[in-house]
């Protein structure tokens, strides 16, 4: 096994231009083709509360939840960047925050951890950054946050929510956060969100100026129930094995193919 990904190679990949492949996985068996097919960085996202558990939203995840799914992917794989979700309501104040960060670094064996949420997580961010807990934010469209915005909506696309999006993630990368996801948002505010931070910005529907790209595994093998969203491609069309379309997914993330110009939203 070659060397071990790092934020420090990542912040390299982004300083060179080359693009990041981040896929989610739930378990041992997914993480060990993830890593094998050469996924750079696994995400244990809250999204299995629907694509495992059946839940219509990722609000019913409990931390107890993301330790036990968070282990079994670390048992399945070494060389990746392990990020672990922190669930609806299990970051509401600092110190809530740094309790269940704890358990999903010590017990679930996750490198770094993700919390949706912009200014009002910012002191969050500080307390866990400053006491050794790396931390990916997440922007834009926020699952966490869906009653509250009304449905799976692009965010960001008027002037004052873009510039609220842009000031945030300075925000976020000035009290410490070492990553960003970004999802759905139009392309041209991820790019001007991606040159303007030093962090690595990764996108889920947030277009082709991002440093790298997320894909939910169950939307790009196509087993997503109902309709697929119009930013994910269906990998395993073409491919003969689940490793094989992981695979073709990195390489088109690492070349710069995926996504295209109609994953993309304006
Ligand atoms: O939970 C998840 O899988 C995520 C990705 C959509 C980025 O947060």
Redesign the pocket.
Known sequence: MKNKITLSTLERMKESGEKIAVL?AYDAGFARLAESAGVDVI?V????GMVVQGHDS?LPVTVEEMVYHTAMVNRGCSKPLLVA?MPFMSHGTPRQALDNAGRLMKEGGAHMV?L?GGHAQVETVRHLTARAVPVCA?LGLL?QSIHQLGGYKVQGRDSHSAERILNDAHELQQAGAQML?L?CVPELLAREVSLALDIPV?G?GAGRGCDGQ?L?LHDMLGITPGKAPSFSRNFIEKENSIEDAIRAYVEAVHNGEFPAEEHCFK
């Open positions: 989610t995400l996202g809250d999204s299995l990722t979700d993700k949706e997440h699952p996801v999802e990764i889920i997320v939910v």
